[in-house]
């Protein structure tokens, strides 16, 4: 099988499972952002995101969205985001399969690494946990790599801009690649290339960028509360009061991520294994290990994805150097089966993402009659086939108070309410509109209630 028709199988298969998924009603609050940020970009509008409270910039200074929203001015449909998706992981075979080749492994081991990293847990729960700019950067980081080792100057810079604008922690996994091409691959120009701009670039975006488009500090920084308050702060006391981190590092938890990490090529990990390409993966492993949420360490979410280029430049090294020890390519395939049966959520789509097939009909009914592009405000989980409109609420907790001065529908699901919320939450949203004459009941069915405001106030 060609390596194109097999990036084509696999992209397809990933887009066949998000897409269904997204049916399903199984999409969440990050796909809404995304979908919601680039439809208004490409509408010329201000890309705010009303349910999340500010500029699509404030979030993770990804400028790839703005080019991306060239796709929804050709036909806006949230589906794009699951082909991008799909095609960016599946892509990443490309690079590796370059870079498998340069280490001189033969054309049947560089096929059972792309095998094997089509198989990576990982890759295949990730690619149902919505939508990340992110994964656009894996085949990037592979390609940088590649470009530096073939000393091809602009492709390399090229590939580090593309990093760059997918998502500002990015700015890390860029460092320790130059960190790791000057000590161990002697590339000095390319290493200073990556560490000046992935420095210029986090100071940038954490410090000009997003706060200027958030009125606050990056993205996640309370999840090292511990650390400090904010980005600067946090390396402070990183520097100077290490013993702060003890407790994270030197955890159960900690220990069961890495495990989790290197459990679907283990059998590639040896005490002579060469781990010096690992240093481009310290920054992202750092900042998920020190983490107080647990949704950072482990192979469910987007947070791993940048390790995992690294992780297969371990392997392509310790099977040239013929020090794997599983060698047959069959042994191999199979551990990977095993890992993948394991650790892949293929599960969901007979068990979780079915649990509100009882209202499947209902919900379609009623977003069929939601007819212009007013205010919505819904479940957090229907909420990704309304993200085309200037103004979209969420039925969260906290949500009972919101203001409807500006929404016209409010389309709740009372037997699944969704994640973030409460059978209670949308209960008191629904008396609260039985009392607003302003609104009339429109549609109605298993639990599925929809009104429509008739006037103003």
Known sequence: MSLILLIGISASILFICSSIRHLLFQSNFDLAIFDNALYLISQGQQPFVAFRGLHILGDHAALILYPLAGLYKIYPSIYWLFAIQAVALALGTLPLWYLAREAGLKQTETKTVILVYLLYPLIFNVNLADFHPEVMAIPAILGAVLAARKK??????????????????????????????????????????????????????????????????????????????????????????????????????????????????????????????????IPILLVNILSESASQRNLVHQYSLPILPWLFLVVISTMAARKAWLKSQRAILLWSICAFLALAKFGYFGSLYLESLDTWRA???????????????????????????????????????????????????????????????????????????????????????????????
């Open 152 to 281: 091809q100057l602009w492709w390399f810079i090229l590939a580090i801009a593309f990093i760059l604008s997918c998502k500002a922690v990015l700015a890390l996994t860029v460092v320790g690649m130059g960190v790791w091409l000057i000590g161990w691959e002697r590339k000095y120009q390319y290493g200073a290339i990556a560490i000046s701009s992935g420095l210029v670039w986090f100071a940038l975006a954490t410090q000009i960028i997003i706060p200027h488009f958030s009125g606050s500090e990056a993205a996640a920084v309370d999840r090292y509360s511990y650390l400090g308050n904010s980005v600067l702060e946090i390396i402070q006391n990183l520097l100077l009061k290490p013993w702060l981190i003890g407790n994270q590092v030197f955890s159960l938890g900690t220990l069961e991520y890495i495990i989790l990490l290197i459990l679907p090529v283990l059998w590639a990990i040896s005490f002579r294994s060469n781990y010096t390409p690992l240093i481009g993966a």
């Open 363 to 457: 919900t379609s009914e009623a977003i069929a009659q939601i007819q212009t592009k007013d205010g919505v405000l819904t479940n957090t989980d229907i909420a990704p086939h309304l993200t085309h409109r200037p103004l979209v609420q969420l039925a969260t907790i906290g949500s009972e108070s919101n203001d409807l001065s500006e929404i016209k529908y409010v389309l709740l699901n009372f037997r699944h309410p969704g994640w973030a919320s409460s059978r209670e939450t949308v209960e008191i949203l629904g008396q609260k509109l039985r009392q607003m004459p302003e609104f009339k009941l429109q549609y109605q069915r298993d639990d599925v209630v929809l009104w429509v405001k008739i006037r103003d106030n």
